[in-house]
């Protein structure tokens, strides 16, 4: 069972035989979704099956291969990820990718077999105890051995932003805020991979919530002014008290944390 897993990515599941699907469909033609028909036209699954009749072939073998592929169900399509021609995918849906950007989003974020429900306590639990077996290395035999339908990504991402205790989770210190500033002048707003990367033992979540919380410049602390809690009433008046994002964009330098602190302490 373990090498059928999607997360080895190493023998992807073939599609069911056609016999199986018409049985689980009850015999019905299928359906003509995007999906499928994105599928279909890419061959998935299919492989030389879908090849166009040469002279030697009346088409009749061919054309029997091709209804039997159109009768079968979304799911058993979108399972598929044998023979799926990537190259005619992006040529003929998603004009903006290039094939191996399909084949990748595909693998790593909208296959339906990947797990993307919270992450369980046994679930951490068992990735720290391999983390810590492989030695923070090895992260396809993590998710091999997780066995939850995890994909590689999603391991190396939980372990580094919620389960690696060499990052540090205490407040932060005056000299990281002033590193952490440096490093954004230097790498901007949107690489915080890099950011964090000359932080010591801080995510890249955790600079980019610090930035735009805290650090960043014109974000101002202390005693509200009158405008301001003016400002801050018509606001939420406005966005309601749960949009505090729109609220903090009418409150110059208060960010929406500051905002929910203020709207706690004095009555709208």
């Keep these: 069972m373990q090498q059928d897993r999607i997360l080895r990515?190493?023998?992807?599941?073939?599609?069911?035989?056609?016999?199986?699907?018409?049985?689980?469909?009850?015999?019905?033609?299928?359906?003509?979704?995007?999906?499928?028909?994105?599928?279909?036209?890419?061959?998935?699954?299919?492989?030389?099956?879908?090849?166009?009749?040469?002279a030697s072939d009346d088409g009749k073998d061919w054309q029997a291969r091709m209804d039997r592929i159109h009768s079968l169900s979304d799911d058993a399509l979108l399972l598929n990820t044998t023979g799926i021609d990537w190259e005619s995918i992006a040529i003929n849906h998603v004009r903006t990718r290039t094939a191996t950007d399909c084949m990748i989003q595909w693998?790593?974020?909208?296959?339906?077999?990947?797990?993307?429900?919270?992450?369980?306590?046994?679930?951490?639990?068992?990735?720290?105890?391999?983390?810590?077996?492989?030695?923070?290395?090895?992260?396809?035999?993590?998710?091999?051995?997780?066995?939850?339908?995890?994909?590689?990504?999603?391991?190396?991402?939980?372990?580094q932003r919620s389960l690696n205790p060499k990052f540090i989770r205490s407040a932060w210190k005056k000299e990281e805020d002033d590193k952490l500033r440096a490093q954004v002048v230097k790498y901007g707003e949107k690489n915080w991979g890099a950011v964090a990367a000359k932080m010591k033992c801080r995510t890249d979540q955790q600079c980019l919530n610090r930035w735009y919380k805290s650090a960043k410049p014109g974000i101002k602390s202390g005693r509200w002014s009158p405008e301001e809690d003016l400002a801050l009433k018509l606001a939420v008046r406005a966005f309601g008290a749960q949009r505090w994002h729109d609220v903090a964009r009418f409150v110059p330098g208060r960010t929406d944390v500051k905002s929910v602190a203020a709207a706690a302490q004095a009555p709208l």
């Design 9 to 54: 990515r190493t023998q992807p599941l073939a599609l069911p035989s056609p016999d199986a699907s018409a049985a689980s469909n009850g015999g019905g033609s299928g359906s003509s979704g995007g999906a499928s028909s994105a599928a279909a036209a890419a061959a998935g699954g299919a492989g030389a099956a879908t090849a166009p009749p040469t």
């Design 107 to 159: 693998m790593g974020n909208d296959d339906p077999r990947i797990n993307t429900t919270p992450w369980t306590v046994a679930e951490d639990k068992t990735i720290m105890k391999l983390a810590e077996k492989y030695r923070g290395h090895e992260w396809v035999k993590v998710a091999t051995e997780l066995d939850t339908n995890r994909t590689v990504m999603q391991c190396f991402a939980r372990w």
